[in-house]
């Protein structure tokens, strides 16, 4: 993508003051080459939020949070115009002047901002510098996005800070596609959702209660933000931020939500950070007492987790509310002129009061509606606010966000699955379904349970009048199917088990998603069938070097692996038959966090830290491909946005061990975090009968991803497993809650008898 700026400057004073700017730029940088006089301090952080003008709010604030949460020891600067801001103990106050940038940025290891360096602002190597940005889904275009009506200032200044980024925090598909750009930005992203959101999920009570006596009121009191945004313009080459005359009634506005919400309601007036300094309130005689004024305060969001209801123009704020199911409403009186001197990312309209769609001259490959209503003057809103219905709304919430059906999200690859997409994509609605047989278990999803785009059913996929329901209740247009009887032995003792729920479940599933789709007007645009198979449908390998690739013939051996063939075929059959768009892929032996404790690497870690016999199949010579459970989720997450329709991709760690060498390095591994001798637990070994039809050697080639999507595993075995069994030694409650019952029963006919 170009990213050059396209127009020429003609305008005389606009270029006199580019010039000015530039000289400006190179003295300050010349400060910043006096400051390298200083060593940098690996455990300093700077920060700065909305140009020194913030305080201790918006991205910044929570993830400066963590990191003293994780290590004490980092010390905090942060930049501010208003030295009277109020910051935590362990965060420095330091001026937002040119000097104090240039000797604390250049002093920092981090940095951390949610907006622009100044121009002649100068890393240093080894220096890491976070943007989090400040907004999820825009309203109002940026960057080159804006035309004529970004500047040529503006420009450079958005360039060079962009070239100093390491990472960018992103929460959303639609902020890829604007960002390059928006932003002028073609480096990393950290897809982890917007920290500041996270105070919006979840139990709420408590900002509810805190704002309710920090104002003296009721309980029954409710209240909506309304929080409008800047204006801007330039004056001889010079950018102005302003603010609209606002022309909302607010007596009306208090009565309509009374009328229609009930209880008494009060307005919490928020303006933009680049209006605060200069805004003092809003003065009426008879209103004085129903509006707040929180517009000088550091953060927003713990202020909107308190709302019961959200108002603005174009804030991209609109969406972060309606996504936690808070009425959202948009007031745009200004939206012809406002059009015209700035694109919009959304087709509003000027004519009536409709839904309406993406601008897909900006984001062609996005496709939905906007989930709330829009009102140009105080009697469009009056009528928005009277009509509001709310099941309407958060359907028309759901509709906004991808509807995802992880089958078997309880489970290990699935838990894990489940919460990268919660967690990277707050957008999208995932619904977790899971039978919660033996190895699903709700406890592996503890910190993303109450999160407002995650939902859990407990159903069975071979229920097909159940899934029928799901498809149809969720509107479902992606599946992630992850379910599945899947440990070899317990297939060897009860293969009709693994038929019916890898076989006919997976059958079941195909089944609703055809019917589902086939009967919309799109019919299967947009919609995908993702389906994770395993690397034993292809049979064993013999010690030659070779490996399994997406074309080797399918030889399976146990009724384990019988059963998934089985499966993978029907998948591709219902593509070649009726079009629908599947993926299939093919992974190697997960390891990690939360997996059941039958599978090896758990077992033995489990068994070594109680002094329990390690039961070794055969001689131990069998060998196998590790990848890393986050890797493989990684994969997914890749495979299933990216990902070739109808092809089928491998999913390998190039990480082969013989069962015995593994074994050894857990061992070691565990005897020095237990602070054992070493081989101290050597003498656990204990070999037994080799399994029925136990293949000999898998290994897959997972270059076909590494070329076409860019994928590889970012762990190799030995880092891989040093945070597996520390994970597994810090978290015994967990083991031992897994570890009883029906568990220990299987456990002793499956092992202690060999």
Known sequence: MDLSYPYEVTDKKERAYIRKRKRAAFLHSLCFYVCRLFPIKKNLVSVCTFEGRGGFGCNPKYVVQELHKRNPDYEFVWFVNDMNKNFPDYIRKVPNTLWSRAYWLSRSKVWIDNYRKPLGTKKRKGQ???????????????????????????????????????DLIIDSKFCEEMCPKGLIYSGSYLKTGAPRCDVLYGNREKYKNAFREKYGLGEDTKVVMFAPTFREGAKNGVRMVYSQIWTIDFAKLIQCLEERFGGTWYICVRVHPQL???????????????????????DMYEILAAMDAYITDYSSAVFEACYCNMPAFLYVDDL????DSRNLFW???????EHVSNNKKITPGIDVELPFDIARNNEELKKCILQFDKTRYIDNVMKFKRNILITGGAGFIGSHVVRLFV?????????????????????NLKDIENAANYTFIKADICDFNKIMDIFKQYQIDGVIHLAAES????????????????????????????????????????????????????????????????????????????????????????????????????????????Q???????????????????????????????????????????????????????????????????????????DRLLGNLEGYSLRLITYVTDRKGHDLRYAIDSNKLKKELGWEPSLQFEEGIEKTVKWYLDNQEWMENVTSGEYLKYYQEMYENK
């Open 347 to 353: 087709n509003l309209s000027n004519n009536e009061i």
């Open 423 to 443: 967690n990277q994509y707050p957008e999208y609605h995932i619904i977790n379904l899971d039978k919660l047989t033996y190895a699903g278990n709700l406890a």
């Open 128 to 166: 890491y510098y976070l943007n989090t940005n400040h907004y999820t889904l825009g309203i109002k275009t940026v960057g080159l996005w804006r035309g004529k009506g970004f500047s040529k200032m503006a420009y450079l200044v958005s360039k060079n800070d962009s070239e100093m980024i390491d």
């Open 336 to 339: 012809t002129e406002y059009k």
């Open 487 to 594: 440990h070899v032995d317990r297939s060897i003792k009860d293969p009709f088990t693994f038929a019916q729920t890898n076989i006919m479940g997976t059958l079941s599933l195909l089944q609703a998603a055809k019917l589902t789709w086939e009967s919309l007007p799109e019919k299967f645009e947009n919609k995908r069938f993702y389906h994770i198979s395993t690397d034993e449908v292809y049979g064993a390998l013999k010690f030659d070097g070779t490996l399994f690739t997406e074309e080797t013939k399918y030889q399976p051996h146990s009724p384990y692996s019988a059963s998934k063939a089985s499966s993978d075929h029907f998948v591709r059959a219902f593509h070649d038959t009726y079009g629908m768009p599947t993926i299939v892929t093919n992974c190697s032996n997960n390891y990690g966090p939360y």
């Open 276 to 298: 605060a300094e200069q805004f003092h309130g809003y003065t009426d005689e008879h209103l004085q007492k129903r509006i707040i004024n929180e517009s000088q305060s550091d």
């Open 596 to 670: 059941f404790p039958e599978k090896l690497i758990p077992l033995f870690i489990n068994n070594i830290r109680r002094g329990k016999e390690l039961p070794v199949y055969g001689k131990g010579e069998n060998v196998r491909d590790w990848l890393y459970v986050e890797d493989h989720a990684r994969a997914i997450d890749i495979i299933f946005h990216k990902g070739k329709i109808a092809d089928t991709y491998n999913i390998g760690g190039f990480n082969e061990w013989k069962n015995i060498d593994l074994i050894k390095v857990i061992i070691k591994t565990v």
